[in-house]
């Protein structure tokens, strides 16, 4: 199974920042990428897919980037709706495997 | 626009079997991919199967429990089996479809998903 890590697992960080979250891949996994966000008591919601590919709907604040085994998601001009847990997830071959996540706080 | 409910017994007693039904609305589910992705209590995600249009399954190995995915196209349902479900294998179910992109549809997420459901397994 492909194993995926992401940094920090936590972030603390304040209206109007930028900010750059981490997920690395145990092996090459192209770019496979994609990127959920997930708040409390609700489902993910998918935001990139093949690394750099915005999902309809979603803000251009939002951005990915990366292929091989690294990849950042980054946020631009955080807003209050933006704090919650940020998972990366391969989907170069089954298993599909998702990070642990990354929960983004405010300061 | 497709929506996802899930739905199903809350509690279930280790040994026995968890049953979820994933009712769609908003479209047919007969040509599209199906997924049931699960989160235990304050962790994180893990993919549990796939059910594609051709009525074949993927499963994820690591999942311990006998799993079983099947669709009823009749009513615009799907539905998720484990069979000798233990208290590992309590978490909030979510079923989701599996969305296939590129050239040789090389590329593939989860998107929409349903709001999920929380089984506990207990006796």
């Known amino acids: 199974d492909i194993q995926m890590t992401q940094s920090p697992s936590s972030l603390s960080a304040s209206v109007g920042d930028r900010v750059t979250i981490t997920c690395r891949a145990s092996?090459?996994?192209?770019?496979?990428l994609n990127w959920y966000q997930q708040k409390p008591g609700k489902p993910p919601k998918l935001l990139i897919y093949?690394?750099?590919r915005l999902q309809s709907g979603v803000p251009s604040k939002f951005s990915g980037s990366g292929s091989g085994t690294d990849f950042t998601l980054t946020i631009n001009s955080l807003q209050p709706e933006d704090f919650a847990t940020y998972y990366c997830?391969?989907?170069?071959?089954?298993?599909?495997?998702f990070g642990p996540g990354t929960t983004l706080e405010i300061k | 626009q497709v929506q996802l409910q899930e739905s199903g017994p809350g509690l279930v007693k280790p040994s026995e079997t968890l049953s979820l039904t994933c009712t769609v609305s908003g479209g047919p589910i007969g040509s599209a991919y199906w997924s049931w992705i699960r989160q235990p209590p304050g962790k994180g995600l893990e993919w549990v199967g796939n059910?594609?249009?051709?009525?074949?399954?993927r499963y994820n190995p690591s999942v311990r429990s006998g799993v079983t995915i099947s669709g009823d196209t009749s009513k615009n349902q799907f539905s998720l089996k484990l069979r000798s479900v233990t208290a590992a294998d309590t978490a909030v179910y979510y079923c989701?479809?599996?969305?296939?992109?590129?050239?040789?549809?090389?590329?593939?997420?989860?998107?929409?998903w349903g709001q999920g459901t929380l089984v506990t397994v207990s006796s």
């Open positions: 059910l594609y249009s051709n009525g074949g399954t």
């Open positions: 093949g690394s750099s």
């Open positions: 997830q391969q989907s170069y071959n089954t298993p599909y495997t």
């Open positions: 989701a479809i599996f969305r296939e992109w590129g050239d040789y549809r090389e590329y593939n997420w989860f998107d929409p």
């Open positions: 092996q090459k996994i192209s770019d496979f």
